[in-house]
């Protein structure tokens, strides 16, 4: 299934969105997250957190904004094609490798959900390097536009 289709059937009948990305913007493509976080947030239909590398920091944020769905963009180890974009459904988030936090993305999610049942899916961007370094690399930076694209015109 393709990502445009998969993102459609997660948001029907959505009230109030909430996209957090997640990610350091000094380990390579694991800058994803706060860059994407800037160009989204021009976007008025849909509320934009950028959580960095502590997001958990910004749970009383989101319980605050009270969105219907949960959007989580990061990193994520898939073993993958570097740039590869796949939806993962919040019971197979705990699989996945998201190294560069402190707290699982799982743990973060679990405690969101005792609060209130919030619909959350996570898109991960499969990265290239994750070495100190300020650039993004080309697969990756690709996908993201194609990604930043794909929110904007399925949300409207």
């Given amino acids: 299934m393709n990502i445009k289709k998969e993102l459609e059937k997660f948001l029907k009948g959505y009230k109030k969105i909430l996209i957090l990305t997640v990610g350091n913007e000094l380990r390579g493509d694991d800058g994803l997250g706060p860059a994407i976080a800037k160009k989204l947030s021009k976007n008025g239909n849909f509320t934009v957190i950028d959580g960095g590398t502590v997001p958990e920091n910004f749970t009383g944020k989101i319980k605050k904004e009270n969105p219907t769905h949960i959007i989580i963009i990061d990193a994520v180890e898939m073993g993958a094609k570097p740039g590869t974009i796949k939806i993962i459904e919040k019971d197979k988030i705990a699989n996945y490798n998201i190294s560069t936090h402190a707290m699982p993305l799982s743990f973060l999610i679990d405690y ?45």
């Fill in 112 to 156: 969101l959900q005792a609060h209130k049942s919030y619909r959350i899916i996570l898109i991960g961007i499969q990265p290239k390097r994750l070495d100190f370094s300020t650039r993004i690399s080309e697969p990756v930076r690709e996908s993201m536009g194609k990604l930043i694209s794909i929110l904007n015109k399925t949300i409207q």
